[in-house]
């Protein structure tokens, strides 16, 4: 069980060896084995070859003892042929005619190997002879002691014997002997007959027999005396034997005994030997084989030097053919080894390649576990050094992704993980590969943290405002542009509100820039509390904020968004530990009605904030066809008012104020009046408030004072008394000019002393710049000119004013005089004023006098000074010097 359990492991294991074994090292191995193949194969072919040999000795040494048998046992057959003739016929007395010398010859001729025939008798005389050659001497007269007739003449039952070899004198042969014993009738020994066989015909055959074969024959006796040998030699044949170990080794040997089929049945087949020849003392190996049951011995040899240089033969083959398998292995291995190197070369310069990507990428196997990773993917995700130590990019707890992004899709975004934990925003692909020979995921990862850090600051830049975080002009212009869009499609409406601040120059003024920003900021956060999330609250410019609300109902739910807006501002600011009374103007404007793209809508809203402004701030103005009017025509007279008092359209009208009892022109109010070529005579609060806006109204204050000033001057040189004049003067001039410098000038300039004159202001002008006025308000009346509260009744009232500021007049608003003597409240009120100015030691001048009654009532009140058109209209100088002096005079 467990064997089965580890058997995929071991799979694996060898799967891992078979890439660990280079071609290199198999192509080692192979030339070892090769190398042990050649070895195995030269050992073996030399057994194989010796095997050979002997085998091929054995059949020859036996084929050739078979065929000198076969010469002696054909000789034999003559010899005992001519043996049974001899003892049959009593040779030498026979009279009939017996064996003839051409028998003997026809006798030998049958056996090839033989020389001759011959026939000794007892006294070793040659009786017959048959010899192949012709007239030569006959082998018995030189033989008598031969052993071949000695053996035969001292025993009896000799039977078959051969002889040693001799030379032969007759014929120069070398040769031996095969005999038989011819015994008279009564057994006396009668002579031999014998067979010559010479050693050159002996080899003949034995060479024929061996044909070719590199071997080398001997014929020997038993008692060492060789018979023949193939190659002949003439010293070889003189060799005794008798003591050679090797015919020792032979002759020790059981004679073998060979059955009538010639088949083995006793004994020992001849044995391959080495031994060392004693004919050219060579190491051979020899074959010893008996010739039949004679005691003669054939050995076929072949030189040790021979079979070695065979073997050699044999072994330069297996060499040349090991040696070319090596080279072709060798050459085979090169071409690898540089194919692996260029594969190297190129795996590195890959590895180059995808290492210097930087981007990190990852190759995970199907399961997710990490195989590789590039040096930026090991900095990126903080992996540790040792692979081992990565683990699956998927589904562990130190997973890279939560999922693995489509296969070969488009990047999708993920946030990634890092091994310390932290994370990072990245664009995901992922794609298949082969890597290695096996299925494989390359995961690349683009880090876009820095790139969303960027866009996201880019897109703060574009659409943010700096000092609120609201959208800015931009982002409000594109979602209106979309809102409007939509609301053209579908058919909803949708609003507008243009909020502006009521004088935050004030603020500006007195927490500087830094402070101003601040409060900015809180009013930023309150109007984006009001917008829903649909909406967009922007920030415009300056200290003007807009809402687009999308998709409303209709002009009702702007007006309560746009009241939800002032009512914001109920509660006081709190900037740098001081709490702020703020109030703003909020235009409104509405899709489709009054506009239908975002400039028109922006335009008309930003239209009735500014008629909304003008009517007194802190509320809702809506865009209508009356206030664009006047807003062109405001823009109209903006443009035409610069250089009117250079081109003299601006004139001085003089008003009296006469004293209630005696009705004599005491003092007279300096008025501003604009004539325009085209545009006609404009309404004073119209120009003057447009001359504050743009400035103008400084140079404009300082002329009207002069010119009153003058007009003071005329009157006393015409009439011969003083008149004072009454000049208005601007908060502008309050808060820019230096204004007591400037009265102390005109005064001097017209001659006239400072009790000839009264400066005007309306109490606008001490709620703003109430520090820069107080100032102001104190160098003038340091010069000694007195000062009058216009329009009191209306506005503010506050009567802190009359007891913070030296006021020496106070004059009642027109309203209140107009009403006068009908409307009670009016009545009271005038009373109560007037009574109140009294007891400040105050002068009471009432406004808009226009018939007897009314003057009637102030006088009873005791008002001091009357002014109106019961006493006389605005007028220029010239009339009015004209009328006054001529009244007075
Ligand atoms: N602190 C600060 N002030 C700004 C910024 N942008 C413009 N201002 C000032 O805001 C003031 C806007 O003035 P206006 O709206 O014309 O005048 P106002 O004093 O609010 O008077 P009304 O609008 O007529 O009630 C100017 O004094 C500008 O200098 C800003 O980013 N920060």
Redesign the pocket.
Same mark, same amino acid.
Not at 501 to 508: A, I, T
Not at 513 to 517: F, N, R, T, V
């Given at each position: 069980m467990e064997r089965i359990l580890h058997f995929p492991e071991y799979c694996v294991r060898l799967a891992k060896l078979r890439y660990r074994i280079s071609p290199l090292l198999s192509g080692y191995i192979l030339i070892t084995l090769i190398v042990l193949a050649a070895l195995i194969e030269a050992y073996v072919s030399y057994g194989v070859l010796k095997a050979e040999t002997d085998r091929e000795l054995t059949t020859f040494s036996d084929m050739v003892a078979r065929n000198l048998q076969r010469s002696v046992q054909e000789a034999d057959v003559i010899l005992r042929h001519v043996t049974v003739a001899f003892e049959d016929e009593q040779w030498l007395g026979y009279s009939g005619r017996g064996l003839q010398s051409d028998d003997f010859k026809a006798l030998s001729e049958s056996s090839p190997e033989v020389a001759e025939i011959f026939l000794l008798g007892a006294d070793s005389k040659l009786i017959r002879q048959a010899d192949k050659r012709d007239g030569r001497k006959p082998i018995g007269e030189a033989s008598a002691e031969s052993d071949f007739f000695r053996v035969h003449r001292d025993a009896q039952d000799v039977g078959l014997f051969v002889s040693d070899s001799f030379l032969d004198w007759a014929s120069g042969e070398v040769s031996f002997v095969v005999s038989r014993r011819l015994n008279h009738a009564d057994g006396r020994f009668a002579g031999i007959v014998g067979a010559r066989f010479t050693a050159s015909k002996i080899e003949g055959l034995v060479a024929s027999l061996l044909s070719g074969k590199p071997f080398a024959a001997l014929v020997c006796k038993t008692n060492g005396r060789l018979l023949a040998r193939h190659p002949f030699s003439e010293q070889a044949m003189s060799l005794d034997l008798s003591a050679d170990p090797g015919l020792a080794r032979a002759l020790a040997k059981p004679r073998p005994v060979l059955g009538e089929d010639g088949q083995l049945i006793g004994g020992m087949q001849g044995e391959v030997v080495e031994l060392v020849s004693p004919v050219d003392h060579a190491v051979r190996l020899v074959s010893f084989s008996w010739i039949g049951s004679l005691p003669v011995l054939v050995g076929v040899s072949t030189r040790q030097e021979d079979f070695t240089e065979r073997w050699i033969g044999r072994l330069q083959w297996i060499g040349i053919t090991s040696l070319l398998a090596i080279v072709v292995v060798l050459v085979l291995l090169r071409t690898i080894h540089l194919q692996l190197n260029k594969i190297q070369r190129e795996k590195r310069r890959l590895e180059t390649i995808t290492d210097a990507v930087r981007d990190p990428w990852l190759i995970l196997d199907e399961d997710g576990t990490i195989i590789r990773a590039n040096p930026a993917a090991r900095r990126e995700l903080c992996l540790p050094e040792a692979s081992a130590h990565w683990s699956n990019a998927l589904n562990s707890e130190k997973s890279v992704l939560d999922r693995l992004p489509a296969l070969d899709g488009a990047p999708e975004k993920q946030q990634c993980r890092r091994y310390d934990g932290s994370v990072f925003p990245a664009e995901a692909s992922a794609a298949r590969l082969q890597w290695q020979g096996r299925a494989m995921i390359m995961l690349q990862l683009h880090n876009v943290e820095e790139r969303e850090r960027y866009q996201a600051s880019l897109m703060r830049q574009a659409y943010c405002d700096e !000092?609120t975080g609201l959208p800015n002009r931009a982002l409000l212009a594109e979602r209106m542009a979309r809102g409007l869009a939509a609301a053209k499609r579908y058919g909803y409406f949708c609003g507008l509100l243009f909020i502006?601040?009521?004088?935050?120059?004030? !603020?500006?003024d007195s927490l500087g820039?830094?402070?101003?920003?601040a409060?900015?900021r809180k009013v930023g956060e309150r109007i984006k509390e009001i917008a829903r999330h649909s909406d967009t609250a922007a920030r415009f410019?300056?200290?003007?904020f807009v809402i687009f609300l999308d998709r409303i109902s209709g002009r009702s739910e702007a007006v309560k968004c746009a009241q939800r807006v002032l009512d914001a501002f109920e509660q006081p600011v709190l900037v740098d530990d001081r709490h702020l009374v703020v109030s703003a103007?909020v235009g409104v404007a509405l899709f489709p009605a009054d506009g239908d793209t975002p400039e028109q809508l922006l335009k008309n809203a930003d239209a009735a904030m500014y008629e909304a402004?003008a009517r007194g701030?802190k509320r809702i103005g809506f865009y209508g066809r009356e206030t664009g009017l006047r807003i062109e025509r405001h823009l109209e007279l903006d443009m035409a008012l610069r250089g009117a008092l250079e081109r003299r359209e601006i004139w001085v009208a003089y008003q009296p104020i006469v004293d209630a009892h005696s009705g004599e022109v005491v003092k007279a109010e300096a008025l501003l009046r604009w004539t325009h070529p085209s545009l006609g005579a404009v309404r004073p609060d119209e120009f003057i408030a447009i001359a504050e806006e743009n400035g103008s109204i400084l140079d404009l204050g300082i002329w009207v004072l002069q010119e009153a000033c003058n007009l003071s001057r005329e009157f006393k040189a015409r009439s011969g008394r003083s008149l004072k004049v009454s000049v208005n003067v601007s908060a502008a001039q309050f808060k820019d000019s230096d204004l007591p410098r400037i009265v102390d000038r005109a005064l001097r300039r017209a001659g006239i002393t400072p009790e000839e004159l009264e400066l005007e202001m309306t109490e606008s002008v001490l709620v703003s710049h109430a520090e820069a006025v107080n100032e102001r308000i104190d160098g003038v009346k340091q010069l000694g000119i007195s000062l009058a509260l216009d329009d009191f009744g209306t506005g503010y009232s506050s009567l802190s004013y009359l007891t913070r500021f030296p006021f020496d007049t106070l004059k009642i608003d027109r309203a209140f005089v107009s009403r006068l003597p009908d409307h009670l409240p009016s009545l009271e009120l005038t009373k109560a004023i007037v009574a109140m100015a009294k007891s400040l030691n105050l002068k009471v001048v009432a406004e808009g006098v226009e018939d007897e009654l009314q003057a009637d009532t102030l006088r009873s009140m005791g008002c001091e000074h009357l002014q109106g058109y019961l006493f006389g209209r605005p007028v220029d100088r010239d009339t009015f010097l004209d009328s006054c002096c001529a009244t007075t005079g």
């Open positions: !000092v502006d601040l009521d004088h935050f120059k004030r !603020v500006n820039h830094a402070g101003g920003d409060l900015l410019g300056g200290d003007e103007t402004k701030r």
